[in-house]
């Protein structure tokens, strides 16, 4: 571990992570260990006069969902507000950031300038107003794009040209899909872009006062960068919009600090006028570090309402299938993003249709069906899923003895967990230890249930909001740290949760395992 101290005085490193409903910071000292500050501004309650109560103005049209940039903005200024009301941010040596992945901002040729004069602004607000070509911001639920994806894939000769160059196949919500569908469906808006920022360099760009470099990670979910060259991929560029090179920033690791902080949050929050600021990434690559997983062989499952699956990867090898993303690790290398839509809407649906509680789901009622791990197959989809792409509508089953209530619900979640391994398998990464996070990571049934068809070790973690939680480690790291004593130190497991496998059903689920992808190929080809 790299002492993060100079002389008597420790050094303070503060994380930002833009997600899609609140802008929280979190403010780390390394040197003592501990979580200094930390502060949220929650876009619905706290910017209520946006009318976005989820961070995202509702009922946008075909499929359209927008989020306001200006609202980002004024969040920031509440939020150093709040933050500077718990701690003294002249402590602050370097700030790093994460944003929610995809979503884009459109600059015109006022924006430059309102970065220059930015340090006699009053507001952030007042600063850019007039600064935006495109009033407002796709963000990565917008589903508005199928034209865009077709047309770009096929200009490219087909989905496999893509996701070999890009680590996806073009994809609805990503940006260079979003971009072109602008481009075409507002031709002057498009002419008068001068700049297209992410979410997370539009952020890091405002707290430089100079345009920051887009990160690797954050790149990736573009469907425009060239994993293997770390470049603007000349081919999908022309693929998705004219003239689209002289539009974007240049591209950089998430650890080379960019300069300084501009010298309007010197003067309004009081920052050192020597705290750097690094290109921010997405919020999947700052979870990987803030989970502490950035090394190959840890695997993180997030529990939410879409259940994720992300893992650090060496190579940047793609999903034949066209299922699973690459993006930048911030440590280095790569890693692997798979979205699983029915989540906890699938655990939900089952629980309220069978009029149960969460106890159902949980160790004592699991262990007494434990004769019956991997015997009985369930899909399980209630709805639309993307892994693998099919129009479910509700699950469909093969069961090998009689159904009952328990029984339905550990084929359910088997059938989750059955599901992510098979559509993990093209990582070829073996899990050494799988990090369980989201709101059912805390029951232990569900925990011991992945433990089991993964046939690894899983462990909770202790921390909260693991993307702002990376920021700060990302941006200790570009301070002088180095990211494996900083992960011993922050990302700690939960003490006594961690939980082994059941070597004894190894072979039921490899069975179950061949026998899911039979019935689910049965189903999606029938
Ligand atoms: C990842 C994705 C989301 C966003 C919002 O591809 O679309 O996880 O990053 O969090």
């Keep these: 571990m790299v002492p993060l101290r100079q002389e008597t005085k420790h050094l303070m490193f503060l994380g930002l992570d833009s997600s899609t409903q609140s802008l929280s910071a979190l403010v780390i000292d390394p040197a003592a260990g501990i979580t200094v500050a930390e502060a949220s501004v929650n876009f619905g309650s706290d910017l209520p006069q946006y009318g976005s109560p989820s961070g995202f103005i509702p009922v946008g049209k075909h499929g359209e969902v927008h989020a306001d940039p200006m609202m980002w903005l004024e969040a920031l200024d509440m939020l150093l507000a709040k933050l500077s009301e718990k701690m003294d941010l002249g402590q602050v040596t370097a700030i790093a950031g994460s944003g929610q992945q995809h979503g884009s901002v459109y600059l015109n040729s006022n924006f430059s300038e309102a970065l220059s004069g930015l340090g006699s602004a009053e507001g952030l607000r007042s600063a850019f107003s007039g600064v935006f070509s495109r009033k407002t911001s796709p963000i990565w639920m917008d589903t508005s794009t199928g034209e865009e994806c077709v047309e770009i894939t096929a200009e490219m000769n087909g989905s496999e040209e893509v996701c070999s160059r890009s680590g996806s196949i073009a994809v609805e919500r990503f940006t260079g899909p979003q971009i072109r569908r602008f481009s075409k469906a507002d031709p002057e808006g498009y002419a008068k872009t001068s700049e297209i920022h992410l979410v997370s360099s539009f952020i890091a760009t405002v707290l430089a006062g100079k345009s920051i470099p887009i990160d690797y990670g954050d790149g990736a979910g ?31 690791s998430c650890l080379s600090s960019q300069g300084t902080v501009s010298s309007y949050f010197v003067k309004k929050y009081g920052f050192s006028p020597d705290c750097a600021v690094c290109p921010f990434t997405g919020d999947n690559p700052a979870s990987l ?47 692997s993003l798979i979205c699983f839509r029915n989540g906890s809407l699938a655990r939900e649906a089952l629980r309220d249709e069978l009029g149960v509680g969460w106890d159902a789901f949980d160790t004592g009622s699991l262990e007494e069906t434990l004769g019956s791990a991997g015997k009985n197959l369930t899909l399980p989809f209630y709805g639309a899923e993307i892994t693998p792409r099919f129009d479910f509508n509700s699950p469909v089953t093969d069961f090998s003895e009689e159904v009952t209530s328990a029984l339905r619900i ?22 050494e230890r799988i990090r369980l996070t989201g709101g059912a990571a805390q029951n232990d049934g569900i925990a011991q249930l992945v433990a089991d068809v993964f046939q690894a070790p899983v462990e909770r973690l202790e921390v909260a909001n693991s993307a702002a939680l990376g920021a700060a480690l990302i941006a200790a790291t570009a301070g002088g740290g180095e990211f494996v004593g900083l992960q011993e130190i922050f990302c700690k497991s939960t003490p006594g949760s961690l939980l082994m496998p059941n070597t004894d059903l190894a072979g039921n689920y490899s069975t179950a395992l061949v026998e899911f992808e039979k019935l689910l190929g049965k189903t999606t080809n029938a």
């Design 222 to 252: 573009m469907n425009l960068m060239n994993l293997r060259e770390l470049d603007w991929d000349e081919g999908l560029l022309k693929a998705t919009a004219e003239g689209l090179s002289e539009r974007l920033p240049a591209l950089s």
């Design 289 to 335: 570090v803030g989970m502490g997983a950035t090394s190959p062989g840890q695997i993180v499952i997030s529990l939410g309402t879409s259940d994720t699956f992300f893992a650090a990867m060496p190579e940047p090898k793609t999903d034949p299938q066209g299922f699973g993303h690459v993006f930048g690790n911030p440590a280095g290398g790569f890693m």
């Design 410 to 431: 550990r084929s359910l979640l088997e059938g989750q967990f059955l599901n992510m391994k098979l559509h993990s398998a093209w990582m070829g990464v073996a899990p």
